[in-house]
């Protein structure tokens, strides 16, 4: 007798907590095609985002792109903005794995005002600090203490270091 698709599911959570991430993607994957088949569409782009992240672990960036292209669409029908933020964030990061990185800060941007919509500055500061590292990287300091400065405005909660960190980089401006 097959799994249902929620059983797959936790099997996956728990094989991903157990950093088995190809054991985890294909339980995900497994899970996605079940919830699919039963018209459980935001399931399985949820399982599909799922999958995104164990691949995106276990080293294959590609194969975690393909997972989640199309999952943000899917909860943007859904009016979801937090989960599709955060498959425009999978992608970006698979983006930025494969050296795609002017498609990755598009994405990024897009997931960072998404998180502004659905009120969550921690996860908009979090893709922030991406945009500012890939910035970095490509030597553009200034753009990147500019993107820094505003993910440190995003968080709800800034630590000692981030708000002595944010002091000191409006002396950047």
């Known amino acids: 007798m097959t799994p249902e698709p929620a059983q797959l ?6 094989a991903f907590a157990d950093k088995k991430f190809g054991e985890a993607a294909e339980l995900f994957k497994q899970a996605a095609d079940g919830f699919a088949s039963g018209r459980g569409d935001l ?4 399982m599909k985002n ?4 164990a691949l995106f672990q276990a080293g294959k960036p590609q194969l975690a792109l393909e997972a989640a292209l199309g999952t943000d669409e899917v909860f ?7 989960r599709q933020a955060m498959s425009l964030g999978n992608q970006a990061a698979a983006l930025e794995a494969l050296d795609r990185t002017n498609e990755a800060i598009e ?3 897009r997931s960072a005002a998404l998180f502004r919509e659905a009120g969550e500055g921690d996860m908009r500061a979090m893709v922030m600090k991406s945009i500012a590292a890939i910035r970095l990287k490509n030597g553009r300091i200034a753009d990147s203490a500019f993107q820094m ?3 440190l405005e995003a968080k709800d909660k800034p630590s000692v270091f981030e708000r002595i960190l944010r002091f000191f980089l409006r002396f950047k401006k």
Do not use: F, T
């Open 50 to 53: 799922n999958m995104s992240v």
């Open 76 to 82: 943007a029908g859904a009016n979801d903005a937090k």
């Open 107 to 109: 994405k990024y941007e």
């Open 149 to 151: 400065m505003g993910a």
């Open 9 to 14: 599911a936790e099997q996956g959570k728990r």
């Open 43 to 46: 399931m399985a782009a949820e």
